[in-house]
């Protein structure tokens, strides 16, 4: 038997419900009012700056002057990436405090699982312009070490990438790449370091085929591209078609 909610009804319940338990900013606990209700308010909101035009249209670096035609960086020409193009919703900036670093901080270090379906729409929905035009065949995000996974519950982009995945209707599966030894945290490491410490890093899983596909690689931050690099490189290796990648933040360091 079907339970009818008169929606006047249902709509005083949510009034209520939001009157009782105020949605708070993920960033400042701050009350929020209007959009983005799941995850900043409008202060916080206004600190994060989208990743806009003009941009590389390799590795999606925005650029800082605002004004000319997007073209391909001096990284990206000196050092062509695996992937066709990246991109991301919002620029991370380095201070402490911005909002973007702090909510991305309490998703992976405090483990707030409860973040990564806000997190992951803004993402979805923010990227339109690219995920609308990609055609691609499969969401892989990019995999844990299984000893960070077990300290963390979860992986944060598989959550991320679940939520393109709804929103845009294409199959993701985390188990096309796995994570071949334990690599240390990139922060800390000069960008060849990086190259470097990733370097083998994964390897594809022998029972999945990525041979003509069009992947699209899932990822929370993206700094210098060393990791979703080498995790191109191996989907390339296992004859993927072409690999875009997307990640929730961008360092604009
Ligand atoms: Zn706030
Ligand atoms: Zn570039």
Same mark, same amino acid.
């Not at 800082?64 to 991109?87: E, K």
């Not at 892989?140 to 929103?167: I, M, T």
């Not at 210098?224 to 690099?229: D, E, P």
């Given at each position: ?24 900013? &993920? ?16 202060? +916080? ?11 590389? /249209? ?46 991305? /901080? ?14 992951? &729409? ?56 796995? &994570? ?50 080498? +995790?191109? &490189? ?20």
């Amino acid at each position: 038997m079907q339970l009818a909610v008169n929606p006047r009804l249902s709509e005083r319940i949510d009034w209520l419900f939001d009157w009782l338990y105020p949605p708070r900013c &993920r960033a400042c606990r701050g009350r929020i009012f209007g959009p983005d209700a799941e995850c900043f308010c409008a202060s +916080c909101r206004a600190h994060v700056q989208l990743v806009g035009h003009p941009l590389c /249209q390799v590795c999606g670096r925005p650029y800082p002057d605002g004004s000319g035609d997007d073209h391909t960086c001096g990284v990206c020409l000196d050092r062509p990436p695996r992937f066709v193009a990246a991109r991301a919703w919002a620029c991370y900036p380095r201070e402490d405090d911005h909002p973007l670093r702090l909510v991305v /901080q309490k998703f992976k270090y405090s483990r707030k699982v409860s973040l990564g379906k806000p997190l992951g &729409r803004l993402l979805a929905l923010g990227c339109e312009e690219f995920l609308a035009g990609l055609n691609a065949d499969l969401i892989v995000p990019v995999p844990l070490y299984p000893k960070r996974l077990r300290w963390r519950g979860f992986n944060q982009s598989l959550l991320l990438g679940r939520e393109v995945s709804r929103a845009y209707g294409i199959p993701m599966d985390p188990f096309v790449l796995l &994570r071949r030894r334990e690599t240390a945290a990139q922060t800390q490491l000069a960008e060849d370091e990086r190259r470097r410490n990733v370097r083998g890093a994964f390897e594809l899983n022998a029972e999945r085929s990525v041979k003509g596909k069009c992947v699209l690689l899932i990822d929370d931050v993206y700094t210098s591209g060393a990791t979703v690099n080498e +995790c191109s &490189r191996t989907l390339k290796q296992g004859g993927a078609k072409a690999v875009y990648v997307l990640t929730l933040a961008r360092a604009v360091y």
